[in-house]
């Protein structure tokens, strides 16, 4: 008797917990995104609405993404917009130091209001994915840390500070290579300094790769990409200093040195 009482609570206790998030989403919808959400105030859903409608913009044409086709109606991207970060990575699934996530097949964002920089951050490198994505193709096989970089660079302030991340982690012998970040995977258990230097040097070396060497020869980058190129293939036709990522790695790290 007293076994079933304690597994009722134990049992009552699990239950309450997961019924302590909203399951039902609201529904704003507009031409070019529907956000769902939950509790979250309706002004500021109105905001993310037509914020992402201006960072759509920006980004294509900050990418040089020119004749891109809008998303319209039946094309609508998704906004989910969970409560909190508890609701996000509970109900959500996600990972605890995860602030947002994409999938760009489906035009699927998940976030929630007090995620890092939501505004500024978050909701531009969400959106920068997904744009990314459909430009260069879902096929296209390429690092990670390049598809990570992309998303930074939308960011307003760019991962402002990646650079001396890196040049500290250089110093310190912690630093990563491309090739070794290459065959770096990040799960719910990785730890944090490993997650922070990833996603430093992924904006470093892409904010190296375009500020250094022009906008245009980056969007040839990404049409090799989308033609089906093997990245090192694309990175040594459309820079020639390059020949593979390993030449890249070791040009950006002099120019950090310098
Ligand atoms: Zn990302």
Redesign the pocket.
């Known amino acids: 008797m007293k076994i079933k009482i304690i597994l009722m609570i134990v049992f009552m206790c699990v239950v309450g917990a997961s019924s302590a998030f909203a399951k039902e989403w609201k529904e704003y919808k507009r031409q070019h995104f529907i956000v769902y959400y939950k509790n979250a105030p309706f002004d500021f859903v109105e905001t993310v609405e037509e914020t992402s409608g201006q960072y759509y913009l920006e980004i294509t044409e900050n990418m040089g993404f020119t004749r891109y086709k809008g998303w319209n109606w039946d094309e609508r991207a998704k906004i989910y917009i969970y409560d909190n970060a508890e609701d996000y990575v509970v109900t959500g699934k996600q990972a605890g130091w995860s602030h947002g996530v994409?999938s760009p097949r489906d035009k699927v964002i998940r976030t929630y209001p007090s995620a890092h920089g939501f505004f500024d951050s978050t909701l531009p490198?969400?959106l920068g994915?997904i744009i990314f994505r459909e430009f260069i193709g879902f096929k296209a096989r390429i690092p990670s840390w390049f598809e990570?970089g992309v998303?930074m660079h939308q960011e307003k302030a760019r991962r402002w500070g990646a650079h001396d991340t890196v040049r500290k982690a250089i110093a310190d012998g912690t630093f990563k290579s491309l090739n070794e970040l290459s065959i770096t995977s990040l799960r719910r258990t990785t730890n944090r300094d490993l997650i922070n230097l990833f996603y430093a040097e992924s904006a470093s070396v892409v904010n190296f790769l375009i500020n250094e060497y022009g906008k245009q020869r980056f969007v040839r980058l990404c049409r090799k990409l989308k033609d089906g190129d093997r990245f090192s293939w694309a990175l040594d036709s459309v820079y020639v200093r390059f020949k593979n990522i390993d030449d890249l790695n070791k040009a950006w790290v002099k120019y950090l040195d310098d």
């Open positions: 994409a490198h969400e994915h990570e998303a």
